[in-house]
């Protein structure tokens, strides 16, 4: 009877006094108006699971339509417009007086004197891609006042408006749910799955033990009954989402926290994180095990090359550490930005006969918080100190190649990496070929390239990903593809011209068109299709329109088309 005595006590100061575990916000509520005119809602918020990245604001829902109304959410003004081909597309920043910035992105059109100084700026600049600072006092705006047009440009993939909340000092990103906004939310989080990790070795070098949950009145517990560990560190990890009232689109949850035997020993927030900081997600989550096809796990506490962002942790960095041969209870929590909680409750206990994990030991151990170099005859590279997240057993192969050329396994794609960091590969070419050097990585179905550059018999580029890297000589011009538009035409009836731009390593460094020997403004959403909409930079009469583009070696792509208009 003490014994649930106590438990219900526990219940009632621990899970129903979040305010204690977690973060007291003083953000302002109702500052901010809902900056779309559309229909309340959204299809994801801040801190939903992305590749590589937390998801950074939310996703504004726009009736599945482009060219809705978006307004300024507050009085201030604008203080920079950003427009570029994957990202965020056409994007504008507003300052406002309480040291707050709110973001709109995957714009179409801007309000019409912001857009026609937008326009003068790229030509000035004779480039489409830009970020633009604007003057203080050239575009303040009030609140509710329009200043673009909704769209679908830039990473986006359906119509929709992507909006954020910074802090205008340090450009962190905060929770754009914590600040009153007209998003009602009475839906608990859900708690799909928990996995327990061995601490006693890596998490790369182990699969997690999976469990199942069921809910029985409110609170989530383990199926099957309460678990043996077979180690004297272990450490959580959850399957999770969270839903509002409104829609039934699974989001990211906000926050979750970790007690043993009533001590809180571990808990994140999600919340004030800046894009320079976004990809310790990677380190957030089991990498290894989704990028093998599994479910998202979030990690309950940091990896040890982890930075200190979002985790807070007792003295043995929220790891559960087994001193005794008794059951522990756990309590974890989950919560979402409207203070909705789920709680689960297992208890857990040592085996009687601890086994000793075996890792698959390699000739070369990598460490995370360490400078890691790796050298052999033909291929070497390091890793800055804050490169890993946790210790890899580095796995190398040379591998054939159809061209005669060296291919090298450095890992694989399954170990995340933080940092961007230098390959070098030792290889024979032509002294005319020196400057016309690309590496490849490639895994799967991903490749990605880089100029290598020659250093004493060495080409090195930088990567931030793992995989096999080989080099190859890129002599290979871009080509550029008229869509519906051509040498000689009567272009009087047509409302652009578009150009699809392709090359062998994928990346376009310079695309260039002159209209009658003048700088002309494409623009290159999604990077394949370069168009001109017609405007009165064309007049009527015969026109000659010369098209360059230059891929990452130099070379060199160019088109002459005449035209009448």
Excluded at 177 to 187: E, R, Y
Excluded at 284 to 303: E, F, N, V
Excluded at 311 to 323: M, P
Excluded at 505 to 523: C, M, P, Q, Y
């Amino acid at each position: 009877m003490k014994i649930l005595s106590a438990t219900i006590l526990f219940y009632l100061t621990h899970f129903f006094c979040t305010a204690q575990v977690f973060t007291s916000k003083n953000y302002p509520k109702n500052y901010f108006k809902w900056p779309v005119g559309a229909a309340v809602g959204i299809v994801a918020n801040f801190g939903e699971l992305r590749p590589n990245h937390y998801h950074m604001g939310l996703d504004c829902r726009t009736d599945q339509k482009e060219n809705v109304p978006v307004y300024a959410a507050a009085d201030g003004y604008i203080a920079k417009v950003k427009i570029e081909p994957y990202g965020f597309g056409r994007c504008i920043y507003i300052n406002h007086p309480n040291g707050l910035t709110t973001l709109y992105a995957h714009l179409n059109t801007f309000e019409p004197a912001l857009e026609k100084y937008v326009t003068q700026q790229q030509y000035n600049l004779q480039q489409w891609k830009v970020f633009l600072d604007i003057p203080a006092n050239l575009f303040k705006v009030k609140q509710g006042d329009y200043i673009a047009a909704s769209g679908n440009t830039g990473g986006s993939q359906g119509p929709h408006t992507h909006f954020e909340i910074r802090d205008t000092k340090s450009d962190k990103c905060l929770n754009g749910l914590m600040f009153g906004l007209p998003i009602p939310d009475k839906v608990p989080p859900e708690i799909i799955r928990l996995a327990v990790y061995d601490r006693t070795i890596s998490t790369y070098g182990q699969s997690p033990k999976l469990y199942s949950l069921k809910k029985v009145n409110g609170i989530y517990s383990v199926v099957g009954g309460n678990i043996t560990a077979s180690s004297n560190k272990v450490s959580f990890a959850l399957t999770m989402q969270d839903k509002n009232s409104l829609s039934s689109n699974p989001n990211g949850v906000y926050a979750a926290a970790v007690f043993d035997n009533e001590k809180l020993i571990s808990r994140f927030e999600l919340d004030s994180i800046s894009y320079a900081e976004t990809r310790y997600f990677n380190a957030h989550i089991d990498y290894k095990t989704r990028a093998s096809g599994g479910p998202w796990l979030q990690y309950l506490s940091p990896l040890p090359g982890y930075e200190n962002l979002i985790y807070k942790t007792d003295n043995n960095k929220g790891v559960l550490v087994f001193s005794d041969s008794e059951k522990h209870i756990i309590n974890i929590i989950v919560v979402d930005a409207n203070g909705n909680q789920s709680k689960l409750n297992f208890e857990i206990m040592p085996s009687k006969t601890l086994s000793v994990k075996k890792e698959i030991i390699s000739s070369q151990k990598f460490l995370p918080n360490y400078l890691n170099i790796f050298e052999k005859a033909k291929v070497k590279f390091y890793m800055p100190e804050n490169a890993l997240y946790d210790t890899v057993n580095f796995v190398y192969k040379e591998l054939p190649s159809a061209d005669g050329k060296n291919i090298f396994q450095l890992m694989n794609a399954t170990i995340p990496v933080q940092t961007y960091f230098p390959v070098s590969i030792k290889e024979n070419f032509a002294v005319e070929d020196t400057g016309k050097i690309v590496m490849e990585r490639f895994y799967g179905s991903k490749k990605d390239f880089a100029k290598a550059q020659y250093n004493n018999g060495w080409y090195t580029a930088s990567f931030r990903e793992f995989g096999n890297f080989q080099l190859m000589v890129d002599r290979t011009p871009p080509t550029i593809l008229p869509v519906g538009f051509r040498d000689g035409m009567n272009a009087a009836g047509l409302k652009r011209i578009l150009f699809q731009i392709k090359d062998n390593t994928e990346d376009i460094v310079n695309f260039t068109a002159l209209l009658d020997g003048k700088w002309l403004r494409f623009s290159n959403d999604k990077g394949i299709n370069f168009i001109y909409n017609f405007d009165d930079k064309c007049e009527p009469g015969k026109h000659e329109l010369k098209i360059s583009a230059t891929d990452q070696v130099g070379n060199l792509s160019e088109r002459t088309y005449k035209f009448i208009r």
